[in-house]
């Protein structure tokens, strides 16, 4: 269950950031303001503002003086083609208006669940839970000369066990980017190298050279240089992974427990073939 709602859980998120603001305050403009009438139809500064929510970007930063007659314009104008419109509401307009209401009604009920959601003493136990219960792993710094056969690469070994400077022997032997600054890796942890590679590392002690290791890459001749325990981060370096997951745990159970609490029945469609929205045109439908 949990792996099916958490991205609704985070589509729901998104939508509450990108739809539209909430109205003002007692004591802000009155929403309710008309500023213009259509054959009797009401057009409000609340209709207005909630237009310019939903324009893009660029249109936002408008002056007021052009975007403000320009929105009003727009819903006069579509105001009038809606009356103009003769006969029933076609399917897919009705079906998209309740979509849109329950999208819209489902944001607002995510937009007051995050504004609860995030508290201090929350951030701390996430960081705690994912940082500071347990060991962090290992870190590995390591070095390589790549190759492209396991005859070269055996060469390589012979000539470092006869103590060549490792090195050297890379900005001068290795194919691989790091051969200009002597095989060097840097510090890395587990998952961050292919597994043949990371297998060899393991298994390793600090000075040991490896025999030849094959990845898709061609031969690696590997040095591990040390190791360390890998430390947690800071907790303000993480705050917005952290506040990442709070959010999506608060979304996540909310819908979880609503779910649960309520009469759903799926049999409809579990009986019927999932290629039936295939057979479906909305533009045509009456």
Known sequence: MQKRLIPVAAALMALSIAGPSRAQTSDGPDLD?????????????GHVAAAKATLPEQYQTLPTDVLFPGIIDQLIQQTVLQQSFEGEAPARVTLAL???????????VVESILAEAVT?????????????????????????????????????????????????????KSTGPSGPRGGDLGWF????????????????????????VETQFGWHVIKLNETRVKEAPALEDV????????????????????????????????????????????????
Do not use: C, W
């Not at 309740?98 to 607002?108: C, I, K, P, Q, V």
């Open 239 to 286: 705050r917005e992974e952290l506040t990442r997951q709070v959010r999506d745990a608060a979304v996540t159970a909310k819908i979880e427990s609503l779910v649960e609490a309520a009469d759903i029945d799926r049999e409809g469609g579990a009986a019927m073939d999932a290629s039936i929205l295939n057979d479906i045109d909305l533009s045509r439908s009456e």
């Open 33 to 45: 303001q008309v500023v213009a009438t259509v054959n009797g139809a009401k057009i409000t500064l």
């Open 189 to 212: 942890g587990l998952g961050q190298m292919v597994p043949a590679f990371e297998q060899a590392v393991v298994a390793m002690e600090p000075g040991q050279v490896s025999e030849p």
């Open 98 to 108: 309740e979509n849109e209401s329950r999208s819209l009604f489902a944001a607002e």
């Open 120 to 172: 201090e003493e929350l951030i701390e136990k996430a960081y705690q839970d994912s940082y500071s219960a347990g060991d962090q792993g290992v870190e590995y710094s390591a070095a390589h000369i790549l190759v492209e056969t396991e005859e070269a690469a055996l060469e390589v070994i012979e000539e470092v066990n006869g103590g060549a400077d490792f090195g050297a022997v890379a900005r001068q």
